[in-house]
């Protein structure tokens, strides 16, 4: 709230004051680094409570009031950026549920393998549970504890008399960590055949089995898909592709999602991948997100705001 005006004092005046006030308010130290990031200074106790880290010290955050004066009105979709907080966990051990649907025909797949693996297990040597089936509607649940960060594998049987299985197979990630009872976005499997076709709509692409893709879903602050996110990968090679849908197409010339929130890269090396996703216009930074990508995998998972 803007401090009442003295009147005999010019309002240039008042504003070097306020100016003065709050260089005064920074909590600087002599020597060495305070902070890499600004929840270092978070991390700094009550004093550093209204900090933000600037060239590696902790300095005061400017007043609500000057932020907004030049930045007009904050759409309510993104006014959370910059100011996420995990929540904590309702209970210990939670359930996560994950629709899985034909990319196609919108329709529940049930005809697939799904085990539970820890984050730290790449190759999920040792699954946490499973190996268990879709529901008739194509929902798989598995019991986690709270904060799981983990993956569910998927991996459809290869049909009698073929060579491939039905769909290419999946990791699902989950982020941010789970911390109640989800009901996970939808899970837009897709077989061999759409993947080569939609990858030759999108620009003449080809798909390379030895690498992996890596797909996402655009999430606001209000948890809902979003269009107006773009979104960077770590490591990339001459032949990886980043696409966002339009129209319910993959378009490769496209510079953002659009309300279904649907993007993602083919073609990237495996290993675990770092994503970005900021907003198109340039007004904030949604944050990163780590996956892992294995050859010939699709993995999916949600990119929201994050601390």
């Given at each position: 709230?803007?401090?009442?005006?003295?009147?005999?004092?010019?309002?240039?005046?008042?504003?070097?004051?306020?100016?003065?006030?709050?260089?005064?308010?920074?909590?600087?130290?002599?020597?060495?680094?305070?902070?890499?990031?600004?929840?270092?200074?978070?991390?700094?106790?009550?004093?550093?409570?209204?900090?933000?880290?600037?060239?590696?010290?902790?300095?005061?955050?400017?007043?609500?009031?000057?932020?907004g004066a030049d930045s007009g009105p904050v759409d309510p979709r993104w006014a959370c950026l910059g100011k996420v907080r995990l929540e904590t966990p309702k209970k210990s051990t939670l359930k996560v549920s994950v629709p899985l649907r034909d990319l196609t025909t919108r329709g529940p797949v049930v005809q697939m393998s799904?085990?539970?693996?820890?984050?730290?297990?790449?190759?999920?040597?040792?699954?946490?549970?499973?190996?268990?089936?879709?529901?008739?509607?194509?929902?798989?649940?598995?019991?986690?504890?709270?904060?799981?960060?983990?993956?569910?594998?998927?991996?459809?049987?290869?049909?009698?008399?073929?060579?491939?299985?039905?769909?290419?197979?999946?990791?699902?990630?989950?982020?941010?960590?789970?911390?109640?009872?989800?009901?996970?976005i939808a899970i837009p499997l897709v077989s061999y055949t759409v993947l080569a076709t939609l990858a030759q709509q999108t620009g003449g692409n080809t798909i390379d089995p030895a690498l992996g893709g890596a797909l996402f879903e655009a999430h606001d602050c209000k948890g809902a898909a979003t269009d107006g996110v773009t979104a960077t990968i770590d490591n990339s090679i001459d032949t990886t592709r980043r696409f966002f849908f339009v129209n319910g197409l993959p378009n490769e010339a496209s510079k953002g999602t659009d309300a279904t929130g649907y993007g993602g890269f083919i073609n990237v090396p495996p290993g675990v991948r770092t994503l970005t996703g900021d907003r198109v216009d340039g007004k904030g930074r949604l944050g990163t997100m780590s996956v892992l990508v294995r050859k010939s995998y699709l993995s999916y998972s949600v990119l929201p705001p994050l601390p």
């Open positions: 709230m803007r401090a009442p005006r003295h009147p005999s004092l010019p309002v240039s005046l008042l504003a070097a004051i306020a100016a003065g006030a709050a260089a005064c308010s920074l909590l600087a130290a002599p020597t060495g680094e305070q902070c890499t990031t600004t929840s270092d200074c978070a991390a700094r106790g009550a004093k550093f409570a209204n900090t933000q880290c600037q060239d590696k010290v902790c300095v005061a955050k400017p007043a609500a009031n000057d932020a799904c085990r539970l693996c820890a984050k730290v297990d790449p190759d999920c040597t040792t699954p946490l549970a499973g190996p268990v089936s879709p529901s008739p509607d194509g929902i798989v649940s598995f019991d986690v504890s709270a904060n799981f960060d983990g993956y569910i594998e998927a991996r459809a049987p290869i049909p009698d008399g073929g060579t491939l299985p039905a769909y290419v197979p999946s990791l699902v990630f989950f982020n941010p960590p789970l911390v109640d009872d989800t009901v996970y």
